[in-house]
């Protein structure tokens, strides 16, 4: 029987301060791509929200490609991963001050440190949602909505009175799901809130197979256009209000969003294939 082949993974805490907060993403460097099948099962196994996979890109574009695999699909765009990705490469190129990154549906997106901060910036599209009738998905969701909003990429945006509001919603995952794959996004001004942020969220993806995502990079490309006009400035605090929960800075810049954020390495070694 043949040796098992050994793949390099790292776990890291995005948008985290400390260890068991944010949102855990797998980190898997690669010489070249394995097959979709394979890259499918391993994100599988490793059972995280993303798993992203790296493989040095072989043009001038970027530093690496990116893709990002759920427990279930591929997906379009992760910012978690991305910013875990980042991470990983950066700790390990200490004399980088950033990595780009050139990926299949969402353009070059790019990891930055973030001045003399231990965190990062990070660049992703804006994606400005507009305003769209959604009865069957806000019964789903519960509570009272002010206003629903769709970006064509799979978002739908649903913003609440309050905080409150959304920190106590139960949604009914089984009917979301039916959607396939779909990001909810429940969201309201965070006056009042603990987590002192100005704008609170939650984020739901049963049909990419995530119930609740932790904290949520692609969400905020949606929410970051929406509470920019809302608010009157161009930047602002986000808090994801999961479990683990996690704090984001936000701001719009031209046709992409910048967000901020720490990350915690977890986990360091093999995958055996």
């Not at 683990?244 to 936000?250: A, K, S, T």
């Amino acid at each position: 029987m043949s040796a098992a082949r050994r793949l390099p993974i790292t776990q890291v805490d995005a948008f985290a301060d400390r260890p068991f907060t944010g949102n855990p993403a797998a980190v898997m460097p690669l010489e070249e791509w394995l097959d979709d099948a394979t890259l499918q099962a391993i994100a599988a196994e490793n059972n995280l929200a993303e798993t992203a996979f790296l493989v040095p890109d072989e043009s001038d574009e970027a530093d690496y490609e990116l893709r990002w695999f759920t427990p279930t699909i591929e997906v379009a765009l992760c910012g978690h991963a991305t910013l875990a990705s980042g991470h990983v490469l950066l700790t390990a190129a200490q004399w980088r001050s950033d990595m780009h990154f050139r990926t299949r549906k969402a353009g070059r997106l790019t990891v930055a440190r973030n001045g003399d901060d231990e965190g990062y910036r990070m660049k992703l599209p804006a994606y400005r949602p507009d305003a769209k009738p959604m009865p069957d998905i806000v019964r789903a969701l519960g509570g009272k909505v002010v206003e629903t909003l769709w970006h064509d990429g799979g978002y739908a945006l649903i913003v609440y009175h309050s905080a409150e509001e959304v920190r106590a919603l139960k949604p009914d995952l089984a009917a979301l799901g039916k959607g396939g794959d779909i990001l909810y996004i429940a969201t309201a001004p965070g006056a009042g809130d603990p987590s002192g942020a100005d704008v609170v969220s939650r984020a739901f993806a049963p049909g990419a197979g995530i119930p609740e995502d932790p904290v949520t990079g692609s969400a905020h490309s949606v929410l970051t256009p929406y509470w920019t006009t809302r608010l009157g400035r161009d930047h602002f605090a986000a808090y994801q209000a999961s479990t683990r929960g996690g704090h984001l800075g936000c701001r719009l810049d031209g046709d992409m969003v910048e967000l901020t954020g720490t990350c915690v390495t977890t986990v360091v070694g093999d995958f055996l294939l």
